[in-house]
């Protein structure tokens, strides 16, 4: 089965670091794009960046380049999201997605991780 | 940048009867569209692609159509598990990827 698991809930205060998983399975993880949208409380949501774990090709979204970074380790199927100085305004859920189809790099997202919740209160 | 307005906001019918959803791009994104239905506490799910292609398993019930700039998603006969938010997402050029702002179906 095609899946993307991501790491747990996390509780951090304003100015800490954080970095957040997305473990790929079932299919090949090197040459899918894969995407992270954030979804803050009660909103819609918001793509923010994508990358290609073959050879780390990274886009962003304007809204939140030099905000994030988003990296992947294709030796374990993994795709990362790190902020350096979290803000209240992070709070949000966080998904990782898979690009529907090979080869793509704009497509639609067929498989979504169960979401990460990032809280960030002092 | 492309904005993608949907329309309306909230939709309220009661089960069985037929959804329209609509979805407008500020500028043409040809057929690369998707729509995407969230239920609370869950990820979002890939409904249609590339404006009128059903994803994997989904029910025939829904369907979608357009190009350009105007899209429908359609919900033939409402199910119990249809309530939802539905969402628009373009993918014609980047950057951002941009969704629309979503549709919430309610019971009436």
């Known amino acids: 089965e095609v899946q993307l698991v991501q790491s747990g809930a996390e509780v951090k205060k304003p100015g800490e670091s954080l970095k957040i998983s997305c473990k790929g399975f079932g299919y090949s993880f090197t040459t899918y794009w894969i995407g992270w949208v954030r979804q803050m409380p009660g909103k819609g949501l918001e793509w923010m960046g994508t990358i290609y774990p073959g050879d780390s090709d990274t886009r962003y979204s304007p809204s939140f380049q030099g905000r994030v970074t988003i990296s992947a380790d294709k030796s374990i199927s993994t795709a990362y999201l790190q902020w350096s100085s979290l803000k209240a305004s992070d709070t949000a859920m966080y998904y990782c997605?898979?690009?529907?189809?090979?080869?793509?790099?704009?497509?639609?997202?067929?498989?979504w991780g169960q979401g990460t919740m990032v809280t960030v209160s002092s | 940048e492309i904005v993608m307005t949907q329309s309306p906001a909230t939709l309220s019918l009661s089960p069985g009867e037929r959804a329209t959803l609509s979805c407008r791009a500020s500028?043409?994104?040809?057929?690369?569209l998707a729509w995407y239905q969230q239920k609370p506490g869950q990820a979002p799910r890939l409904l249609i692609y590339?404006?009128?292609t059903r994803a994997t398993g989904i029910p025939a019930r829904f369907s979608g159509s357009g190009s350009g700039t105007e899209f429908t998603l359609t919900i033939s006969s409402l199910q119990s598990e249809d309530f939802a938010i539905y969402y628009c997402?373009?993918?014609?050029?980047?950057?951002?990827?941009?969704f629309g702002q979503g549709t919430t179906v309610e019971i009436k």
């Open positions: 997402q373009q993918y014609n050029n980047w950057p951002p990827w941009a």
């Open positions: 590339d404006a009128s």
């Open positions: 997605a898979k690009i529907t189809r090979y080869g793509y790099n704009l497509d639609s997202f067929d498989i």
């Open positions: 500028q043409s994104v040809n057929s690369n």
